[in-house]
């Protein structure tokens, strides 16, 4: 099964990515990831995403279509796929139709977590993941039941990333809006589009989602 999660900067995408990947054994694509993992090595590329990604825009649709082209060529992903941040533009979208038909595969659900823009700004700046496993926190929203330890594997480091700041997401956002959403339009009218409440409790949200994928 292979699923698209939409939605802006701090919609939840990432963490009910995570719920969904465990749940349905199949695997979180995050090109957010992705790119800073390019950026935290020092490629070419990352060296060039990183002033994009710092500026809160989109870096170029070319270097993120063969990313995910190449991606989902790996055999981890036989079991399908839950993309976290891709597609992002109208090209992005008509690129990942014309490579899945390619390589014989399909987009299962497409699924909308539908929020408030202004909920995004405290959610951003109050995000932060373990160092170790990645685990996603919320200084307020989602904490770890024992203070300053990881739940998932006991890691006591913690970071924060560079653009989760007001400014770079007030940025973001806008990108969203003007680049992004028109993709919910092109979704909406060639497959299946389920939107779900991104403003409930994340294990409301979670629950949601299961009800459509499974
Ligand atoms: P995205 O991947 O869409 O940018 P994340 O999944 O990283 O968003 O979530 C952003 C922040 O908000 C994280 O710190 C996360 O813990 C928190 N969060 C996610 N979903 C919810 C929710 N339903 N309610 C409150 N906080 C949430
Ligand atoms: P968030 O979910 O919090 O918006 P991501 O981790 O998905 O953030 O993405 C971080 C940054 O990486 C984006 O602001 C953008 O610069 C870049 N990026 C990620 N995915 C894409 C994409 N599909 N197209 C263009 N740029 C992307
Ligand atoms: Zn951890």
Do not use: W
Request: net charge negative; aromatic share 4%; glycine share 8%.
């Amino acid at each position: 099964m292979n699923v698209i999660l939409l939605g802006p900067p701090g919609a939840g995408k990432g963490t009910q990515a995570k719920l969904l990947q465990e749940l349905c054994s199949i695997l979180q694509l995050s090109t957010g990831d992705m790119l800073r993992a390019e950026v935290a090595a020092g490629s070419v590329l990352g060296k060039r995403a990183k002033e994009v990604m710092d500026a809160g825009q989109l870096v170029s649709d070319d270097v993120l279509i063969g990313m995910i082209s190449n991606r989902i060529d790996q055999p981890d992903c036989v079991n399908g796929f839950i993309l976290d941040g891709f597609p992002r533009t109208t090209p992005q979208a008509e690129a990942l139709d014309q490579m899945l038909d390619v390589k014989g595969l399909k987009i299962d659900h497409v699924i909308e977590l539908s929020v408030d823009d202004e909920a995004m700004i405290k959610r951003i700046t109050g995000r932060y993941t373990c160092s170790k496993c990645g685990a996603g926190y919320h200084d307020e929203f989602q904490t770890p039941s024992v203070d300053g330890i990881c739940d998932k594997c006991g890691g006591n480091k913690f970071s924060r990333r560079e653009d989760d700041n007001e400014t770079t997401v007030r940025s973001r956002l806008r990108a969203y809006h003007e680049q992004t959403a028109p993709i919910i339009a092109y979704y909406r009218d060639n497959d299946s589009l389920d939107i779900v409440d991104g403003m409930a409790d994340i294990e409301q949200v979670a629950k949601q989602l299961a009800e459509i994928v499974v």
